[in-house]
């Protein structure tokens, strides 16, 4: 596993990011640890997780994520070992609910966390169907996992410092793991790079 420089900060965070937003949703307690215990095992030390998770959002199950975080980090004492990125939630009336429990801290047993993290989601909407079939015919032309090419692909930009993947599976979370040891080539980078030229706003 690589490991780069947060920021201006002295932290070096692994190339990937375990995400977790299925963490009480998808995945129960139990398999949220597992996943924690495969990616310190290979080298990951940041963790991705947000007060509204998981996803989808609801009042019933918001928290859960993070009380999952906090019971595995209760029962390994090994804070010292993972990075914990955080998100808050603007004001709203879709999720009124937040912030009327326990507070994070109640919730992880860490009593330091990330102040904000802007995201913009808007491009995540509607990506094209032939868009997404040329990206995986350019995998299938040089034997490579689809998945794979495509988060091997994120972690190479110069301006990503760490990639965040999740699965729900360990199956899955190990193969998003191998993505770490793939580097493109030049060869499919440009290949890559001319369907973006051809569609360049796949998802408006």
Same mark, same amino acid.
């Given at each position: 596993?690589?490991?780069?420089?947060?920021?201006?900060?002295?932290?070096?965070?692994?190339?990937?990011? #375990?995400?977790?937003m @299925?963490w009480?949703?998808?995945n129960? &307690?139990a398999?949220?640890?597992?996943?924690?215990?495969? /990616?310190? $095992?290979?080298?990951?030390?940041?963790?991705?997780?947000?007060?509204?998770?998981?996803?989808?959002?609801?009042?019933?199950?918001?928290?859960?994520?993070?009380?999952y975080?906090?019971?595995?980090?209760?029962?390994?004492?090994q804070?010292?070992?993972?990075?914990?990125?955080?998100?808050?939630?603007?004001?709203?009336?879709t999720?009124?609910y937040?912030?009327?429990?326990?507070?994070?801290?109640?919730?992880?047993?860490?009593?330091?966390?990330?102040p904000?993290? #802007?995201?913009?989601? @808007?491009?995540?909407?509607?990506?094209a &169907?032939?868009?997404?079939?040329?990206y995986?015919?350019? /995998?299938? $032309?040089y034997?490579?996992?689809p998945?794979?090419?495509?988060?091997?692909?994120?972690?190479q930009?110069?301006f990503?410092?760490?990639?965040?993947?999740g699965?729900?599976t360990?199956?899955?979370?190990?193969?998003?793991?191998?993505?770490?040891d793939?580097?493109?080539?030049e060869e499919?980078l440009?290949?890559i790079e001319?369907?973006?030229?051809?569609?360049?706003?796949?998802?408006?």
């Open positions: 596993m690589n490991y780069r420089p947060l920021g201006q900060t002295d932290l070096k965070i692994s190339a990937l990011t #375990l995400g977790t @299925t009480g949703e998808q129960t &307690e398999e949220a640890h597992q996943q924690i215990d495969m /990616a310190l $095992d290979v080298g990951i030390n940041c963790l991705d997780v947000a007060e509204m998770y998981p996803v989808p959002p609801k009042p019933e199950t918001q928290g859960l994520t993070e009380a975080l906090g019971s595995w980090l209760q029962k390994n004492q804070r010292d070992r993972i990075i914990i990125a955080t998100k808050v939630t603007g004001p709203g009336e999720f009124h937040l912030r009327r429990g326990a507070r994070l801290t109640q919730r992880t047993n860490v009593s330091v966390q990330n904000y993290n #802007l995201l913009n989601r @808007t491009y995540e909407v509607g990506m &169907e032939k868009v997404t079939a040329a995986v015919q350019i /995998a299938h $032309d034997q490579l996992n998945s794979q090419m495509a988060l091997a692909f994120v972690t930009q110069p990503v410092t760490s990639n965040i993947i699965a729900t360990l199956a899955q979370l190990k193969e998003n793991i191998d993505s770490a793939l580097q493109l080539s499919i440009t290949a001319q369907v973006h030229l051809q569609q360049p706003n796949p998802c408006p």
